[in-house]
């Protein structure tokens, strides 16, 4: 049995996609657990911050935490609100320069349906990886985060910028033309960040999961209703585990709770 403080499953970027999860007596390779039965016993819960064990209130963070954090600030949800470039501080200047003040992208993606997104250089693949995305374009990098946060909010005017998780889930993908949808994200920049796009020839980069069978339907799968639960594990998409009667667990948003995971 493994036991410990559930956190985000480690990726790997292979083909199919390689998850794990990290426990504090034991590291799982869930790609190895397919088509296996999976036990997840919650047994309590601990802020991944301040490691006291309370209630948790939003991303594996106690309430106090969370709205104290650099990390949780709204520049992370938002990032045109990001101003480190103009040496203004938020929370903690000292990490919002270190996260804001690098490369970042805008790219489109398929996830559910056609979305436009932002992230960190340094987090290709992975943050597509998160989000469950089969096709991915960049349109263009910029130096920082703000800028990337307004030709993002321009874009926001013409592409949608949030997955549909349950379609996702049951890969009913809105058929999406991205090369076409790229054309049209470089016309609907703001000028000032033309001089940014990409000059090579855009890439279309392609992400496959294990997943063995999708479900027709998602039923979500919460422990502060079912502390413990036993399905047999059929595929792995985004941050979610995927089970043979159609239930589905989201890790992400599990962060901080303490499970027992028993793999049979």
């Known amino acids: 049995m493994y036991s410990g403080v559930l956190k985000k499953m480690l990726t790997e970027n292979l083909n199919p996609i390689g998850y794990y999860i990290q426990l504090e007596n034991g590291f799982i390779n869930l790609n190895q657990c397919l088509e296996k039965n999976v036990s997840i016993k919650w047994t309590s819960s601990i802020c991944l911050n301040c490691k006291y064990e309370k209630e948790l209130f939003r991303q594996g963070y106690c309430k106090s935490c969370f709205f104290e954090l650099p990390q949780t600030a709204d520049w992370v949800m938002k990032p045109e609100l990001s101003q480190a470039h103009l040496n203004i501080e938020y929370r903690d200047l000292e990490y919002e320069k270190k996260i804001q003040l690098q490369p970042h992208y805008i790219y489109l993606a398929d996830t559910s349906h056609l979305k436009v997104g932002v992230t960190r250089k340094t987090q290709v693949p992975y943050r ?137």
């Open 128 to 264: 597509w990886i998160d989000q469950g995305a089969n096709q991915i374009i960049i349109l263009l990098e910029v130096s920082n985060r703000y800028l990337a946060g307004i030709g993002e909010l321009k874009l926001k005017k013409i592409f949608s910028d949030k997955t549909n998780w349950r379609k996702m889930l049951t890969n009913e993908n809105d058929p999406v033309d991205l090369k076409e949808a790229y054309k049209i994200g470089i016309e609907n920049l703001p000028s000032d960040l033309k001089d940014y796009v990409r000059l090579e020839k855009p890439e279309i980069i392609n992400l496959k999961y294990p997943v063995n069978k999708y479900p027709e339907k998602v039923n979500s799968l919460k422990l502060e209703k079912e502390v413990r639960y036993k399905g047999k594990l059929t595929g792995i998409k985004g941050q979610y585990l995927i089970f043979e009667d159609q239930s589905v667990f989201n890790v992400r948003s599990n962060e901080g709770k303490v499970v027992e995971i028993e793999i049979n």
